[in-house]
């Protein structure tokens, strides 16, 4: 108990030498500004996780089943599908490139055919459309948000979507539009418009076939497996994609930054763990008298180590405390902090056209924010180690002689 007591007492009494207690200080306040950049970072790179799986997902499906030469008797194949274990439901589209023309304006889009009725069942189309896709007949469509932005279109206006099979073979065809696809992944929003699988089929001339299955799993963590075996059940020319094949550089290319942020930013909490050793150090010069009247009194060495110790602990546990706090807060207001850039100086720090999203997605990980709590009080325990075993080693007898 005396060791904890005198420990506190040295931590928050008033020191000989300020240059030490500035130290302590600008060590609680390394640690904290570790701790909270990791924190930020972190929830940021967790949210870009998510909002990816999200977006594929909502956008595509948990699996994709492609065949370039067509399905046929696609309803049949549908069934086969949803019979087999670990698939809730499928749906067919028809997928190809056209020419969006409105007004004299001009762009390429990704035409997606689907079944209005089946479509809700295997992604988020619905909510991303806010129920419009379910009202797809004849020739409507729905454009994606970006891309009615930048084309100056409106719901009501009429389009033309032009197919070219060949140089001279154009199939043209009006579509009025009923609806906004608003994912908020930019890339998506920016190029798609949906139609229904029989304007489609009409469009690119399928002859009755569908270009691909979508297809939603029980689980989405889980789903490689089932997409194997249905990969080895169908063989060529079908071709299976799972939501992590869909956007693999992005979302591989995350999971990498994530992993090496964590350990760059964590030379942050190195840093103040140097400061909390050098700290502890000069405390012990400061305190050498009062270690060597504790041991002639009959204190041991591992009471006189046990102080030093735990007050590096103390300023560490201070540190992420204020570190931890301060993270969390920051992370939940990220996108206020941009808002307030923008409206104050017009700097833009997540232009969408760049990053994909509308705004920067964060999500505060509990896991993480363990984890990093974890990191910072192992390395702040290890910075107290060497002062306290030198504490421990000081001699009463030449400690008290010369002070």
Known sequence: MWPLLLSIRYLFAKRKEGMISLTAVISVRGVALGVASLIIVLSVMNGFDLEVKEKIIGTYAHIVVVNDTGIKDYPEFISYLESMEGIKSASAFVTGQAILQSGDEVTGVLVKGVDALKEGAVNDLEAYTSGAVSSLEGNTVILGREL?????????????????????????????????????????????????????????????????????????????????????????????????????????????????????????????????????????????????????????????????????????????????????YAANRVNDFAAWLKSSFGWEVFPSDIYYFTEIPVRVSPEDVLMVMAASAVLTLAAGIYPAWRASRLDPVEAIRYE
């Open 148 to 328: 009615m932005i930048s084309q100056g279109i409106r719901v009501g206006d009429e389009v033309e979507l032009v197919v070219a099979k060949t140089a001279s073979d154009l199939t043209k065809k009006k579509f009025e539009v009923i609806g906004v696809f608003d994912s908020g992944r930019y890339d998506y929003d920016s190029n798609l418009a949906v139609i229904s699988l029989a304007a489609a089929a009409e469009l690119y001339d399928t002859e009755g076939a569908a270009t691909g299955v979508a297809i939603r799993v029980d689980d989405e963590l889980a789903v490689t497996p089932l997409k194997d075996r249905i990969q080895r059940i169908m063989g060529f020319p079908f071709s299976v994609k799972s939501w992590m094949d869909l956007d693999r550089n992005l979302v591989a290319a995350l999971a990498l930054e994530k992993k090496m942020m964590f350990l760059i930013l964590t030379l942050i909490v190195t840093v103040a763990c140097f400061n909390i050793s050098s700290s502890l150090i000069m405390m012990v010069m400061e305190k050498t008298r009062d270690i060597g009247i504790l041991k002639a009194i009959g204190a041991n060495s591992r009471g006189v180590s046990l102080i030093f110790f735990l007050q590096g602990a103390f300023i560490g546990a201070m540190g992420a405390a204020a570190g931890g706090a301060g993270g969390i």
